[in-house]
Structure formats: structure tokens, C-alpha cells
């Protein structure tokens, strides 16, 4: 069953209190600053999380042949092992994009669906099946982002095994509307089914999710919050929605990303979040954490990072996301969105009873844009 939101609302004043360089916003000393302070912080084990960092594109991507020739090399690296991480999660995801199956005593919730229906058939359900388990018992497909390496092959398995498709409000209307990219190797959006907004739960069996809508990589990027069991013990894990700023010189996205990194990374102490995943496999050490924890599996659990590393792991995004604010503000005018300046607020846009989101008034467009930013 689906849950209405309903946890504690984060301190609004301290959203901001993340990082404070001395250099005066919009100058390169600021956005060097802010990429140190996310090296210093990553350090080694977080390593993999620097190349969120890098200089982004004030203009999105443009579908195309350019860009499907990429999303091809992407997707046809070969594919890793499928693995367990935990007692009740399991990962069947490719190389480039995430697949997890989260098993409950009343069946299976699948954690996104791949690029399209065939990689959804090859690895979703023939990893399942060297696993042990049985497609037929997915109830859920959740889409945690309205982007087709995460959706395209829903609606496959969907119809194949009368799964119900969970997505947030806003990315729905988002894959009905208009999409932010599309491709040639991307099967077409589901068709609408579940909405949710932050805090929302969904309870099957003895486990429940919670979905925390984290705005930025898309306008309605759920970062799944729920327990998983190492051996029987219990730990939180939350998979990270959307990880790029892949959308161009969208200000008020990146002070969206900015604001959800920090709340995740309070509620994240707050919850007692150790676990902390994301949807693509590079961005969280997925293939060789369970190529460890498969030759170890008796061992700590290399995927048990520990509260302080979901902490870092927030801050370096956090850090990221103002050092890509500040290099468009030090060009303010290439490749600038007419939207830019418009300011909404997430809880009209999200439509979202939750006071954790409603309560955080951000520069944002509102959900008409979804489909107005024309190319990826
Ligand atoms: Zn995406």
C-alpha cells in the first residue's frame, strides 16, 4: 500500500550552512574552493563521486545521432555479474545504468528498468533467474527519474508480470508531456500508473519505502529510502535519484540540488542512512563491492559505508553543485534558459503535502517547463 508523507521537517535555516568559501560567489577562486573542499572530502573511498565536479555544458545535450552513438557505447559495455548486496537486495543492472530488486516477504519491488525492454529481459530477468529469483513476483517497478536508461524497459515488465509502475508526479507528467532526451535505444515511457510525492511510502509485505523527492538531476527524482538486512542485522539505505547536472545553465535546478543534497544529508543522520547507493554503478562502487562482498560473504559488508560516509557522500554533491552554479554565474549569459529567472516553489510545483519539501522555498520552475527544455 501507498503511504501519505508524514516524518519531521528539517531546519530550513540551516540549508545553506554547508560550505562557506571566503571568495565572494561568482568568481573562479569560489569555484576552484568549492572543487577542493569536494576532493578534500571525498578523499579516496569517495572518489568515484569527483566526476560530478567536472565542467558542465550551459546547453543540454540534443538528441540525436551524435548522442544515441554515445548512449550505445554506454549501453553495450559488456555487463557485470548479477549479485546480492544484502540479504533482501539484489543487483541486475548493467554496466552504465542500475538495476536493484528489493525482495519482501510479499513479493519483489524493482528499482528501475533499464534502457529498453530487450536489456530488460537479458539482464533484469536473466539476472534474476541466476539468482534465484522468480520475475513473476515483482509487484513494483519503481522509475526513480523520467530519463529512458531508467524507465525503458517498465512497461515490459509491467504487462509481462502485472506490476504496478511507481513514479513521482512530476516526472509523470513530465514522460507524457515532454521529454528531457529521448534516443533511438530508449523504449517508449509507461504509461502512467502510481504518483507519488516526497515522504510517500509504500509498504509490501514486511518492508517499506519511503520516496523522498529530490529535485535537480530532473524536477521529480526520487531518492528511495528503505531497510535492507546484512545477515539478518539491519541497516538504512538510500539510493541517490539522479546524480548529473546534465540539464545545462538551469539555476534554479542546481539550487534545488544544492538545498536536496543538504536535506538528505540531515535526514540521512537523522534516519540513520549507512547505506548509500545510487542508479548508475560508477557513481556508488556497485560492481566491485559486489565482486567483494562475493568473494567475502561472511565479511563486513563492503556496501555498509557507515552514516559519516552518506554525510561526505551529500557534501561532495553539494560541493559539486555550487562550483557548477558559480562557472555559470561567471559566464551569465551563455547559454541562459528565458526560464531561468522564474521563481516557483517546489511544493506548488510537486503539489507535495510533505513540510520537509514544502517547507524549503526554492527558485524552481514549475512543472510546465518539464517539457520546455527542448533536447535532452
Ligand atoms: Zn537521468
Not at 315 to 335: E, K, M, W
Request: aromatic share 6%.
Amino acid at each position: 500500500m501507498i503511504g501519505k508523507a508524514a516524518f519531521s521537517t528539517v531546519a530550513v535555516a540551516t540549508l545553506f550552512a554547508c560550505t562557506t568559501p571566503a571568495e565572494p560567489p561568482g568568481t573562479q577562486a569560489a569555484v576552484d574552493q568549492y572543487v577542493a573542499e569536494a576532493q578534500r572530502i571525498a578523499g579516496t573511498d569517495l572518489k568515484f563521486l569527483m566526476p560530478v565536479c567536472n565542467p558542465q555544458p550551459a546547453v543540454r545535450a540534443t538528441p540525436g545521432p551524435a548522442m544515441d552513438e554515445m548512449l550505445g557505447k554506454l549501453i553495450n559495455q559488456p555487463p557485470p555479474e548479477p549479485g546480492q548486496a544484502f540479504d533482501n537486495l539484489f543487483y541486475v543492472g548493467a554496466t552504465w545504468v542500475s538495476a536493484w530488486v528489493l525482495k519482501t516477504s510479499e513479493g519483489l519491488i524493482l528499482i528501475d528498468a533499464l534502457n529498453n525492454a530487450k536489456e530488460a529481459s537479458d539482464l533484469i530477468e536473466g539476472g534474476m533467474r541466476r539468482l534465484r529469483l522468480d520475475p513473476a513476483q515483482i509487484r513494483y517497478v519503481l522509475v526513480t527519474h523520467g530519463h529512458g536508461d531508467h524507465y525503458g524497459g517498465a512497461q515490459m515488465i509491467a504487462e509481462r508480470y502485472g506490476a504496478r509502475i511507481v513514479a513521482s508526479e512530476i516526472d509523470w507528467k513530465m514522460m507524457e508531456t515532454g521529454l528531457e532526451f529521448d534516443s533511438t535505444h530508449w523504449d517508449r515511457p509507461p504509461r502512467r500508473d502510481i504518483a507519488v510525492k516526497d515522504g510517500d511510502t509504500l509498504t509490501l509485505g514486511d518492508t517499506t519505502v519511503r520516496f523522498m523527492v529530490t529535485p535537480g538531476h530532473t524536477l521529480g527524482t526520487i531518492s528511495p529510502v528503505f531497510d535492507v538486512r546484512d545477515h539478518g542485522r539491519i541497516h538504512k539505505a538510500m539510493i541517490w535519484g539522479g546524480t548529473s547536472f546534465n540539464f545545462g545553465r538551469d539555476m534554479g535546478r542546481l539550487d534545488s540540488y544544492i538545498a536536496q543534497t543538504e536535506r538528505m544529508r540531515q535526514l540521512s543522520a537523522q534516519w540513520g542512512i549507512d547505506v548509500p547507493l545510487s542508479n548508475h554503478p560508477a557513481v556508488d562502487g556497485t560492481v566491485a563491492k559486489l565482486k567483494a562482498r562475493a568473494d567475502d560473504p561472511t565479511g563486513p559488508n563492503p556496501f555498509v559505508s557507515g552514516q559519516p560516509v552518506v554525510d561526505r557522500a551529500m557534501r561532495v554533491l553539494n560541493a559539486c553543485a555550487r562550483a557548477q552554479r558559480g562557472r555559470f554565474l561567471l559566464a551569465p549569459t551563455a547559454g541562459a534558459s528565458p526560464r531561468e529567472a522564474g521563481v516557483g516553489q517546489v511544493a506548488a510545483a510537486a503539489d507535495a503535502p510533505s513540510p520537509g519539501l514544502a517547507a524549503i522555498r526554492l527558485p524552481f520552475p514549475n512543472v510546465a517547463e518539464a517539457g520546455d527544455h527542448a533536447g535532452l
